[in-house]
């Protein structure tokens, strides 16, 4: 069974930048029929979508952030990465990770990213 | 962006009780919708995609309906371990997008 578990620092200074790693397990990233996506919700906010890889190579990212993330995936760890830069207050939020194809069909546990 | 919009944002309801939640999407989207459920503490579940067809090992009492721009989701027979808050996604334009949540708690 797929399984996806995010990791990186509880705790990121405003300014700098954070970075999360979601290793998958049960499953492989080397596939071309799924993507690979990041996502957020901030307390008592809804759910926002961060940005999205494919093993193509292909990224696709919010708007809103895009000046502001990176995402990459290492096909030899079945890993994909997330960097967001100068992050905020407004940054602090349960971080996940997720396979879809299109919709999400699976999600990581989610990780709590505090910016202080 | 789709925007997308739930109701109600909360309900109370027994067990045993038929639930409908509503999700409207400010443009059409086909049938490029998702149902979520997520229990406090836990990650989201995927239920419905397609607005309609049930993921493998939910529940027959869950169903979804609607295209363009309506779509309800509809628990039958509510269980207990259904109490939770239910989020729609569209998928059928990038940026993805959710709906805000519906709180489905025991009266």
């Known amino acids: 069974q797929l399984q996806l578990q995010e990791s990186g620092p509880g705790l990121v200074k405003p300014s700098e930048t954070l970075s999360l790693t979601c290793t998958v397990s049960?499953?492989?990233?080397?596939?071309?029929?799924?993507?690979w996506g990041w996502f957020r919700q901030p307390p008592g906010k809804e759910l926002e979508w961060i940005g999205t890889?494919?093993?193509?190579?292909?990224?696709y990212y919010n708007p809103s952030l895009e000046r502001r993330v990176i995402i990459s995936l290492d096909s030899s760890k079945d890993q994909f990465s997330l960097s967001l830069s100068s992050v905020t207050a407004a940054d602090a939020a349960l971080y996940y990770c997720?396979?879809?194809?299109?919709?999400?069909?699976?999600w990581g546990q989610g990780t709590l990213v505090g910016v202080s | 962006a789709i925007q997308l919009t739930q109701s109600p944002s909360s309900l109370s309801a027994s067990v045993g009780d038929r639930v409908t939640i509503t999700c409207r999407a400010s443009?059409?989207?086909?049938?490029?919708l998702a149902w979520h459920q997520q229990i406090p503490g836990k990650p989201p579940t995927l239920l419905i995609y397609?607005?309609?067809t049930l993921k493998s090992g939910v529940p027959s009492r869950f169903s979804g309906s609607g295209s363009g721009t309506d779509f309800t989701l509809t628990i039958s027979n509510l269980q207990p371990e259904d109490f939770a808050t239910y989020f729609c996604?569209?998928?059928?334009?990038?940026?993805?997008?959710f709906g805000p949540g519906t709180k489905v708690d025991i009266k």
């Open positions: 890889i494919h093993y193509s190579g292909s990224t």
């Open positions: 397609d607005a309609s």
């Open positions: 996604q569209q998928f059928n334009n990038y940026p993805l997008t």
């Open positions: 997720a396979r879809s194809y299109g919709y999400i069909d699976s």
């Open positions: 443009q059409g989207i086909s049938s490029a």
């Open positions: 049960g499953g492989s990233v080397k596939t071309t029929s799924y993507y």
